[in-house]
């Protein structure tokens, strides 16, 4: 088996993991429809290398070329796993890439561009990863020190975990939820916080926040109605991150969100529910098409953003290499969209409809 420990030393793996399907998440509302079903099997340990030369983007020179988001998917289908068939895990190697996902976004949004994009990993995993990137951006913001950050983004990473004790065919359900499978649901962080309280000795302080997660400052989350100063500011990052992610996948009733249509949902409905310090650190941190972010305009081509207009932020400058048909150019160009009313970005594009 690779182990974390031999990548990070050696700076080395395989190609990134296969990307199969991903879909929405059940963190939205607790009487909304069911979450897409559950993928059970666990990405190929096989393939672990971001890629090379311009398509990488700077990582600290100590841990290069790593691929912490296929890495964080390995780990987590291993815990996961584990919690479902109520065996034991350790939170080791998971610690490790959530201080290896702090160091590389300090220093770049690659991470970020694909938390915000489509990809094809189990669902339920793709949004603890998805999650804990968000997460440490909107604790970066707030000016959280680097034992912070990786704390934070530990808790996000496993802030799901008691999902994984609810029975699978009550995931698998893609069609609207019973009262009894919603009162289930409503108790996934109890579950959650009982394992962790278990399994992570080490962190102690664990299952307090994940226990947390979808609770509310006006008092309308679960499990137990708290409000306001009642709830770690942690919980509350990764809450907000969780309904976040959720509007940018797809889910049964609707299809995903742009970023900006996203973010704007959620400030409408989410105002009262979370503290304004919190939601003013995700506007600030979160670009809303970040570099390394592929978008498919409005003419049906597809590029890669490679500069933000500031002053325009639903306008970058986007690196055209994809033709209306999905085939690639002989050659790319670049377009500003901040110099072209005509054109704009109609959605993040799917890369694995690219054909050769």
């Known amino acids: 088996m690779v182990r974390l420990t031999d990548l990070i030393r050696d700076g080395k793996g395989g190609d990134a993991p296969d990307e199969k399907g991903r879909k929405g998440t059940p963190a939205e509302k607790?009487?909304?429809?069911?979450?897409?079903?559950?993928?059970?099997?666990?990405?190929?340990?096989?393939?672990?290398?971001?890629?090379?030369?311009?398509?990488?983007?700077?990582?600290?020179?100590?841990?290069?070329?790593?691929?912490?988001?296929g890495l964080a998917e390995v780990e987590l289908s291993r815990i996961t796993g584990a919690v479902r068939q109520e065996r034991s895990f350790r939170l080791d190697?998971?610690?490790?890439?959530?201080?290896?996902?702090v160091d590389v976004l300090k220093v770049s949004d690659q991470l970020l561009a694909k938390a915000i994009s489509p990809h094809k990993g189990p669902p339920l995993i793709?949004?603890?990863?998805?999650?804990?990137?968000?997460s440490t951006k909107i604790g970066m913001g707030l000016g959280y020190q680097p034992d912070q950050l990786v704390r934070l983004a530990l808790a996000a990473l496993v802030h799901d975990v008691g999902m994984f004790r609810l029975p699978a065919s009550q995931l698998?359900?893609?069609?609207?939820?019973?009262?009894?499978?919603?009162?289930?649901?409503?108790?996934?962080?109890?579950?959650?916080?009982?394992?962790?309280?278990?399994?992570?000795?080490?962190?102690?302080?664990?299952?307090?926040?994940?226990?947390?997660?979808?609770?509310?400052?006006?008092?309308?989350?679960?499990?137990?109605?708290?409000?306001?100063?009642?709830?770690?500011e942690s919980a509350q990052i990764i809450g907000i991150a969780d309904i976040l992610d959720t509007f940018l996948n797809p889910r049964p009733s609707r299809k995903p969100m742009l970023p900006h249509e996203a973010v704007r949902r959620l400030v409408a409905e989410a105002k009262t529910a979370f503290p304004i310090r919190v939601l003013k650190?995700?506007?600030?941190?979160?670009?809303?098409?970040?570099?390394?972010?592929?978008?498919?305009?409005a003419s049906g081509?597809?590029?890669?953003?490679?500069?933000l207009n500031k002053r325009l932020p639903l306008r970058?400058?986007?690196?055209?290499?994809?033709?209306?048909?999905?085939?690639?150019?002989?050659?790319?160009?670049?377009?500003?969209?901040?110099?072209?009313?005509?054109?704009h970005v109609k959605e993040i594009a799917d890369t694995t409809t690219i054909t050769a």
Do not use: C, F
């Open 172 to 232: 698998n359900d893609a069609g609207q939820w019973s009262t009894e499978q919603i009162d289930a649901l409503r108790r996934h962080p109890i579950l959650g916080a009982e394992v962790l309280k278990q399994m992570a000795t080490d962190h102690p302080w664990l299952p307090g926040i994940v226990v947390q997660v979808h609770e509310r400052a006006d008092g309308t989350g679960y499990p137990h109605g708290l409000q306001g100063q009642q709830i770690q």
């Open 281 to 297: 650190s995700l506007l600030q941190e979160l670009s809303l098409y970040p570099v390394g972010t592929w978008v498919k305009l």
């Open 301 to 307: 081509e597809m590029g890669e953003v490679i500069r």
């Open 126 to 134: 793709s949004n603890l990863v998805n999650v804990a990137i968000l």
């Open 316 to 343: 970058p400058v986007v690196k055209i290499t994809i033709d209306q048909n999905g085939r690639r150019l002989p050659e790319s160009r670049e377009v500003d969209l901040g110099r072209n009313p005509l054109l």
């Open 93 to 101: 190697e998971i610690a490790l890439i959530a201080a290896g996902m």
């Open 30 to 69: 607790p009487d909304a429809e069911a979450p897409a079903p559950v993928d059970s099997q666990p990405p190929d340990l096989v393939s672990l290398k971001t890629p090379t030369g311009s398509e990488a983007s700077p990582v600290q020179p100590t841990r290069p070329e790593i691929d912490w988001y």
